[in-house]
């Protein structure tokens, strides 16, 4: 019993040392070490910050801001920026065409949340930004997102415009090789993103989130925006 007591102990110690390390290391400039470690916390615990409201999903913690300007290519070749979204919420995943298992299912997940949201959801665009832009072409992508939803939008580009669109949202992507196969998979981070009007992430969602935890979240905040 003790030692189970000792082991619970040590493990806290450990999280607790771990997420200060990761707040040290992460905190933004001006941000006391204090407010970056209750942050972390808050995000490793998927509550709000502390003295927020709950607006569902994960907020980011203070001084840490996602998403912002880039400048890419939509699923039928027009080139596209921030600009030609302000105004309007986004749900943005980062993932690829080939993915054979996860990109679906969340994919599917946004989909379903889109379809629960009812005439709210005319407000917000789902996306699907390739961390892939070898093989997912405008037409490649515009052939697979139509089979989620058909007011989901792929956005592609070059690989520069692509790493510099994942940097923004930190989306960590590596190629991995399969040399008996002949061709690769993608190794990709699988958050779930609501964007504000603003171009700036306001949630995130862990993979796994259901339909209805995403819609609530996206209900929560688009109402809150359009009561502010
Ligand atoms: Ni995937």
Redesign the pocket.
């Known amino acids: 019993m003790l030692r189970l007591v000792r082991l619970l102990a040590l493990l806290l110690v450990l999280l607790l040392g771990g997420t200060w390390a990761f707040a040290w290391v992460t905190r933004a400039p001006g941000e006391s070490l204090g407010d970056a470690f209750a942050g972390r916390l808050a995000l490793l615990f998927g509550t709000a910050p502390t003295g927020g409201a709950n607006l569902g999903g994960l907020q980011l913690p203070q001084g840490l801001s996602l998403g912002g300007a880039f400048t890419l290519v939509d699923q039928t070749g027009r080139t596209v920026t921030e600009r030609d979204f302000a105004g309007r919420w986004m749900l943005v995943y980062f ?2 065409t080939y ?6 299912t ?1 994919l599917g997940t946004i989909a379903a949340a889109v379809d629960s949201l009812g005439p709210l959801a005319e407000k917000l665009v789902p996306a699907l930004v390739t961390i892939d832009p070898q093989r997912d072409t405008p037409a490649q992508l515009a052939d697979y997102v139509s089979r989620f939803h058909p007011r989901m939008i792929g956005l592609t580009g070059s690989p520069e415009q692509v790493a510099e669109a994942a940097r923004r949202y930190r989306v960590y992507f590596s190629r991995v090789n399969r040399a008996e196969a002949g061709d690769y998979l ?1 190794d ?1 981070s ?1 958050f779930v993103y609501l964007v504000g009007p603003d171009g700036r992430v306001r949630s995130l969602f862990r993979p796994e989130a259901s339909p209805d935890d995403i819609a609530a979240a996206v209900r929560i905040q688009l109402t809150r925006a359009a009561g502010a």
């Open positions: 993932g690829y993915c054979p298992d996860v990109c679906p969340e993608m990709h699988s």
